[in-house]
């Protein structure tokens, strides 16, 4: 199935990710492609899933290799020296943490999307230009997966509801 391919694709493109962390490779241009093409099988995938009306084999992995993909990316920004590496090390374990032992979706996007800013702000300082690229590219997806957008900000809004629910009920 097509969309088992691509989050198979994802998956790989956010192990480059990490390698071009690790090697010290600054090549800050590489790394926002990758990434805009990772987010890019990200959209594709559950729109090939939703189309065929059926759910491949590696649909279950997916939020992990979204989670991942945001991990690794905030590391590639850590190697190029702009946030610490204990910052980096507590934020996975909390993120990590509360993926698997509260599992709550919304809350798990809550952790990711201050990371998504951190990256943008280190995108941003080191070349501007890149984060007209990845404008352009949000403002594309939006447009295309509106329907899609709504439903999940509209998820977000009552997972976060059912976490301060939950607060209220002890």
Not at 10 to 21: C, D, K
Not at 36 to 42: C, E, F, P, S, Y
Not at 110 to 139: D, G, Q, V
Request: aromatic letters at 16%.
């Amino acid at each position: 199935m097509i969309a088992d391919i691509l989050t198979l694709f994802r998956v790989v493109i956010t192990f480059i990710i990490f390698g071009l962390a690790i090697s010290g490779s600054h090549n800050l241009t590489l790394f926002v492609v990758l990434a805009l093409i990772a987010w890019t099988t990200d959209n594709l995938d559950g729109w090939f899933a939703r189309r065929s009306e059926k759910y491949g084999k590696l649909a279950h992995l997916d939020f992990a290799a979204d989670i991942t993909l945001v991990i690794s990316c905030f590391f590639f920004i850590i190697s190029l020296g702009y946030y610490s590496t204990q910052f980096f090390v507590v934020y996975a374990i909390v993120l990590i943490t509360t993926a698997f032992v509260v599992g709550s979706k919304a809350l798990i996007i809550s952790f990711e999307l201050p990371l998504l800013l951190l990256i943008l702000r280190a995108i941003y300082k080191e070349a501007p230009s890149l984060i007209l690229l990845i404008l352009l590219w949000a403002i594309i997806s939006l447009i295309l997966h509106y329907g899609r957008f709504k439903r999940g900000i509209a998820e977000y809004k009552e997972g976060i509801k059912e976490i301060f629910r939950g607060f209220t009920r002890r």
